[in-house]
């Protein structure tokens, strides 16, 4: 009889908690009729502890006696409506800005790139330019003419083309400021004119002075602060090594190099995150044509052309690959669908590895769905070129292909421009386009803020090294018995061997990886791949070009490290 009877009285307090779904979120629900808690027993349920906590007083205190049951009823509603603001603001997942704020439409179709929230990029076309944009447009690109590739270093073949083969002087010194110079000199007698290059740390200065307006041929010292008036050394030392032009010509052109590696990423529509983009394995028939306009696919397994970091011997970074020749370079594309696919691994390292190394990439998107910017997490990665088929001009029947370019901001505009509007139907005229402009974007990242850091630090150490190297050799011409007695010496190893120590230096710099991460900012580990010394490739120094010393060189072992969820690539 007393069990029905708390029965009844439990039942008419009609004290309840449901749960009712609102998008992502949950609300609980607790209605009262009135009633108060009271003392009586409950019977032992989630609801009557629930109660219980609510109703029980502070251990430090006895509950009052006198408060009121409306008064308890309005602090339970509070208690509530604070836990589940707090829980709505928890669970609350905002869409992409972006995506909310800047959703264009342009004759039924989105932009290509969107740019992030942060800003930090710029795109190529505006949007706002976009708008009036005709994928129908009777301009369709420009004269392939016109697509001229850049120069990284223009200066760079001057003293083999000028110097090497014929008579000329190189000198060393170090000066107190701008630290290791090597200057060399030529007189052309049948112009009667002086050339002159200075190699200092930040820089080569070039020039040319007609003899007529010396007297006398001037010193090096004079020659030198002709070209730059911050030189204060007193003397320079002539450099009698038989050698020297070889090491020279090493130090000049260690940023040039005819092979270029890019990365190829396929974007599926609704595809917004990298894990989306990385993890597709599956190619269409269209993604398959973009892959043969740029190149032709090849087996890995045996290939002797440059690989790009890929492996030709043991299948591990996959089976083929796209590659190319255009106008004297050779090209290797990374292509995501191609490289190993890792199950259970979101992040797909595998991949990452590679791309993640790259200076630019390729985006082939399927669908309407825009790239964002900053989408890949890569301290590498500057430039994305965005490409998505669309219908071309419907009396030709043809299939149209739409361009945009987004890069950081830091890296400086750079051609063939884009035509007005960026649609090609003409798929020879898209191949020159896309690859004079991916190699274009290369050599222009490398005036990005990061890369011009990594460069100076590896030129100055080189220089350093070239300079101690000509100087200590010279002295051994000269028959200097101390240093010709000693097999090695510091900063110039190997100086009674016929190799060269310079040469053995430009090797390390150039697969050194501390010095890079230290200079992008990227903190250094101390245990796993970064305590282990580079590897040495068994089939040669072909994939080791100066000109991918600012992320080929820096290896891609340190990418599981940058690849993790906690910090960047």
């Known amino acids: 009889m007393e069990r029905e009877k708390r029965n009844d009285m439990s039942s008419s307090r009609k004290r309840s908690f449901t749960f009712e779904p609102y998008g992502s979120s949950h609300f609980l629900v607790y209605s009262v009729d009135g009633h108060t808690c009271g003392d009586e027993t409950r019977p032992e349920s989630a609801e009557g502890n629930i109660l219980d906590i609510l109703d029980s007083p502070p251990r430090d205190r006895q509950p009052s006696r006198s408060a009121s049951s409306n008064q308890r009823d309005t602090e339970f509603f509070e208690i509530i409506e604070k836990l589940q603001g707090?829980?709505?603001?928890?669970?609350?997942?905002?869409?992409?800005?972006?995506?909310?704020?800047?959703?264009?439409?342009?004759?039924?179709?989105?932009?290509?790139?969107?740019?992030?929230?942060?800003?930090?990029?710029?795109?190529?076309?505006?949007?706002?330019?976009?708008?009036?944009?005709?994928?129908?447009?009777?301009?369709?690109?420009?004269?392939?003419?016109?697509?001229?590739?850049?120069?990284?270093?223009?200066?760079?073949?001057?003293?083999h083309e000028f110097f090497r083969s014929r008579y000329h002087h190189s000198f060393t010194a170090v000066d107190p400021s701008l630290g290791p110079l090597v200057l060399s000199v030529r007189l052309e007698e049948e112009e009667s004119k002086l050339r002159v290059i200075l190699r200092m740390k930040e820089c080569s200065l070039h020039g040319v002075f007609s003899v007529s307006l010396f007297p006398n041929i001037p010193s090096a010292v004079e020659l030198?602060?002709?070209?730059?008036?911050?030189?204060?050394?007193?003397?320079?030392?002539?450099?009698?090594?038989?050698?020297?032009p070889e090491l020279?010509?090493?130090?000049?052109?260690?940023?040039?190099?005819?092979?270029?590696?890019?990365?190829?990423?396929?974007?599926?529509?609704?595809?917004?995150?990298?894990?989306?983009?990385?993890?597709?394995?599956?190619?269409?028939?269209?993604?398959?044509?973009?892959?043969?306009?740029?190149?032709?696919?090849?087996?890995?397994?045996?290939?002797?052309?440059?690989?790009?970091?890929?492996?030709?011997?043991?299948?591990?970074?996959?089976?083929?690959?796209?590659?190319?020749?255009?106008?004297?370079?050779?090209?290797?594309?990374?292509?995501?669908?191609?490289?190993?696919?890792?199950?259970?691994?979101?992040?797909?390292?595998?991949?990452?590895?590679?791309?993640?190394?790259?200076?630019?990439?390729?985006?082939?998107?399927?669908?309407?769905?825009?790239?964002?910017?900053?989408?890949?997490?890569?301290?590498?990665?500057?430039?994305?070129?965005?490409?998505?088929?669309?219908?071309?001009?419907?009396?030709?029947?043809?299939?149209?292909?739409?361009?945009?370019?987004?890069?950081?901001?830091?890296?400086?505009?750079?051609?063939?421009?884009?035509?007005?509007?960026?649609?090609?139907?003409?798929?020879?005229?898209?191949?020159?386009?896309?690859?004079?402009?991916?190699?274009?974007?290369?050599?222009?990242?490398?005036?990005?803020?990061?890369?011009?850091?990594?460069?100076l630090r590896t030129r100055s150490l080189l220089l350093e090294s070239l300079q101690v190297e000509l100087a200590t050799r010279s002295k051994c011409m000269m028959g200097n018995p101390s240093l010709s007695a000693r097999p090695s010496s510091e900063g110039a190893r190997g100086v009674s061997e016929g190799t060269g120590g310079f040469i053995e230096n430009f090797k390390r710099a150039i697969r050194v990886r501390s010095h890079s991460f230290e200079t992008l900012g990227v903190t250094r580990k101390t245990s796993g791949s970064a305590s282990q010394k580079p590897k040495t490739d068994k089939d040669g120094e072909g994939d080791k070009s100066p000109g991918h010393l600012s992320a080929d060189s820096l290896g891609s072992t340190e990418l599981k490290d940058q690849a993790s969820p906690q910090e960047e690539t």
């Open 86 to 159: 707090s829980r709505i603001d928890e669970q609350r997942c905002e869409f992409p800005l972006p995506l909310k704020s800047r959703l264009l439409t342009i004759g039924g179709e989105l932009p290509l790139i969107l740019s992030p929230k942060l800003g930090g990029y710029w795109i190529d076309p505006p949007l706002e330019r976009l708008a009036d944009v005709s994928p129908t447009s009777s301009c369709h690109g420009l004269d392939p003419e016109s697509y001229d590739i850049m120069e990284r270093d223009a200066e760079a073949r001057i003293y």
């Open 224 to 244: 030198a602060k002709m070209l730059c008036d911050r030189v204060t050394v007193s003397k320079f030392e002539v450099v009698s090594y038989l050698k020297a």
């Open 248 to 455: 020279i010509t090493t130090f000049d052109e260690h940023r040039v190099s005819p092979n270029f590696k890019f990365g190829i990423l396929y974007q599926k529509n609704g595809q917004f995150t990298e894990e989306d983009i990385l993890c597709n394995t599956e190619e269409s028939e269209e993604f398959k044509e973009l892959l043969s306009i740029l190149g032709e696919t090849i087996q890995l397994q045996g290939f002797a052309g440059f690989r790009g970091g890929l492996d030709v011997c043991h299948g591990q970074t996959g089976r083929e690959a796209v590659v190319t020749s255009f106008r004297g370079r050779e090209i290797m594309f990374h292509v995501a669908t191609k490289l190993p696919f890792t199950e259970g691994d979101p992040q797909q390292l595998q991949r990452k590895r590679h791309i993640g190394n790259d200076i630019v990439a390729l985006v082939y998107q399927e669908g309407q769905t825009p790239f964002l910017s900053d989408v890949i997490k890569s301290h590498f990665l500057h430039c994305f070129l965005v490409v998505r088929r669309t219908p071309g001009p419907e009396d030709t029947g043809k299939t149209a292909y739409r361009v945009s370019i987004t890069a950081r901001e830091d890296v400086p505009p750079f051609g063939p421009s884009l035509p007005d509007p960026p649609v090609f139907t003409d798929c020879s005229l898209l191949r020159e386009f896309l690859l004079t402009k991916l190699i274009n974007a290369e050599i222009s990242c490398y005036k990005a803020q990061r890369f011009s850091r990594l460069e």
